[in-house]
């Protein structure tokens, strides 16, 4: 059975001027999992509405959703926003942990295994501070933080550009972290990127969104064939200038950044 299955997803909104802009015409898409699928695009085309659809955080005007049979909201989901930390106002070690405390994980546990899971990066991340006075780098790693710490992984996580203000060093851990996680997954991961490169080297599958309304279905996804571990010296492989012209089909005027 597919782990996320999405049928004739549509969304518009209506502007501050009163006109209405579709983002979401038609997607269509089934993961069976596990699986790391990257979703690619320029700026506002539509990438974070379709990931909040997908997390059961914004409902879709048509369509359905659903993760292994039932509604998002029915199951838990990792999710890393491009925005700021859910409680800004919390401390930064709570904030992590606010999917375990739903939960009913003690406090003990719950501080355990965000301590444990901040010990992979070199981030300096006050864990006793509130998140409201922290940097961009540090919220940013405070979301991604947060869709992966605890004691069972979910069977889906979604995160909205995770390596946004990152600097270089930390960058490069999450992205390290990300292809030991796909290496081993049992759920479906969903990623935001810009990179090509970045997507080829964590990603299974892409899924390319041209241009508003968007239309998607299983057909345009886009299967990553290259072999594990990926590093950055993947960017010279003729599997990857293979990938790099098939996206400069897809996107003409502007292909992902490399």
């Given amino acids: 059975m597919d782990i996320i299955k999405v049928e004739n997803v549509a969304k518009t909104f209506r502007g501050a001027n009163g006109k209405t802009v579709e983002v979401l015409q038609s997607v269509s898409f089934a993961i069976p999992g596990p699986a790391m699928v990257g979703l690619l695009g320029p700026n506002g085309v539509g990438k974070s509405v379709t990931l909040r659809i997908l997390a059961g955080l914004l409902e879709p005007d048509a369509g359905i959703v659903t993760i292994n049979g039932k509604p998002p909201h029915d199951g838990r989901i990792g999710f890393a926003p491009a925005s700021s930390p859910v409680f800004s106002w919390r401390r930064a070690i709570n904030d992590i942990a606010i999917g375990m405390e739903q939960t009913g994980i003690s406090r003990k546990e719950r501080h355990r295994h965000v301590t444990q899971f901040m010990n992979r990066f070199s981030i300096d991340l006050p864990l006793n501070e509130r998140i ?94 290259m072999p594990a571990p990926r590093s950055q010296s993947l960017a010279t492989s003729s599997e990857f200038q293979q990938l790099l012209k098939q996206m400069e089909t897809i996107y003409p005027a502007m292909a992902p950044t490399v």
């Avoid at 390596?163 to 999450?174: I, Q």
């Avoid at 080297?201 to 990553?224: E, G, S, Y």
Wanted: glycine share 6%; proline share 7%.
């Fill in 132 to 225: 409201n006075g922290f940097s961009s780098g540090q919220r940013q790693i405070a979301n991604f933080a947060r869709a992966f710490v605890g004691p069972h992984p979910p069977a889906v996580i979604i995160l909205d550009e995770p390596l946004a203000a990152l600097s270089p060093t930390v960058r490069e851990e999450v992205l390290r972290y990300l292809g030991s996680v796909r290496e081993s997954m049992l759920g479906v991961v969903f990623i935001a990127v810009h990179s090509l490169l970045d997507a080829a080297r964590l990603c299974d599958w892409l899924i390319p969104l041209k241009q508003r309304p968007v239309t998607i279905n299983q057909n345009d996804l886009i299967r990553v064939n």
